[in-house]
């Protein structure tokens, strides 16, 4: 008789990486539907897990490159992916993948791992010259983030940054419920089309993103106490405030993208 191949039992979900392994078939046609691939596309998917979204984005796409960290998961991949010939499967950390050998305009669609979610979004954000367009599926408390307008709670340093490189858009959310195991909180799909141009033009990007992150630092402070405790001197701020008008007592939650890039060009000035 003849005898067939034991199939390979998954490893169990590993705490410490964050996994929560994607079962819903209908969320995984969603987040293809929002990646709208066609057969000239190339795909970064990042945590491929096991599989079951990187083989639906196989199906769609020209060539998949799927990044895995935990290598336990190897045996598992393959079996799942068993045909898919355009798969180029990679184990290794997404923080220090060479994003700069990718194909312009790759499609990025990943299930980010809660625990690094904020540092390999800048990440990709810093990568976005290869970028077209993301499809990121993150905690629904952190999408409430990317898409938030000044004076809110939620409105931050990833609000800022993210909008000024992208327009990002809130596309459906997923439930506990579609995970193994189920995380503790709700998630929501999240699609960001890639700006070829920043939304506001800034004379030193790198002074842009300092000034960022100062005024959020202590958001609780007025801005310019804020840009003080961050090395900037009283002289050098109160000028730029005034030529950015910029009240000296308003806070940085109240600031849009236009008055962070005018602060920004204002100090950049001899």
Do not use: W
């Not at 929560?20 to 969603?30: M, W």
């Not at 000024?164 to 195991?181: I, K, N, Q, W």
């Not at 939650?253 to 000035?269: G, I, V």
Request: proline share 7%; charged share 25%; hydrophobic share 45%.
């Amino acid at each position: 008789m003849r005898s067939s191949r034991a199939r390979v039992t998954p490893p169990p979900p590993k705490k410490r990486l964050g996994q929560h392994f994607l079962t819903d078939h209908n969320i995984v046609r969603k987040i293809v539907a929002a990646a709208q691939l066609g057969p000239d596309d190339t795909v970064l998917e990042i945590g491929p897990g096991r599989g079951i979204l990187t083989k639906a984005l196989c199906e769609q796409a020209g060539k998949v490159i799927a990044v895995e960290v935990d290598r336990s998961l190897e045996e598992t991949l393959h079996e799942a992916l068993t045909g898919a010939t355009n798969l180029d499967l990679r184990f290794g950390d997404a923080l220090d993948f060479a994003y700069d050998t990718l194909p312009q305009g790759t499609v990025v669609v990943a299930n980010l791992p809660y625990v690094i979610t904020t540092p390999l979004l800048f990440t990709l954000l810093e990568a976005r010259a290869r970028i077209d367009r993301m499809v990121l599926m993150v905690q629904a408390e952190v999408a409430k983030r990317f898409v938030a307008k000044p004076g809110t709670k939620d409105y931050g340093i990833l609000s800022v940054l993210t909008q000024y490189r992208t327009v990002p858009t809130l596309a459906f959310s997923v439930s506990a419920g579609c995970f193994r195991p189920k995380p503790a909180v709700s998630s929501t799909v999240v699609t960001m089309a890639v700006r070829r141009e920043p939304a506001v033009a800034v004379t030193d990007e790198v002074l842009f993103i300092r000034l960022v992150r100062a005024a959020f630092a202590h958001r609780r402070k007025i801005l310019a106490n804020s840009l003080r405790d961050e090395g900037l001197t009283p002289e050098r701020i109160a000028p730029a405030l005034a030529v950015a008008g910029i009240d000296p007592t308003a806070r940085a939650e109240t600031l849009d993208l236009r008055d962070f890039a005018a602060l920004a060009n204002a100090l950049a000035r001899p």
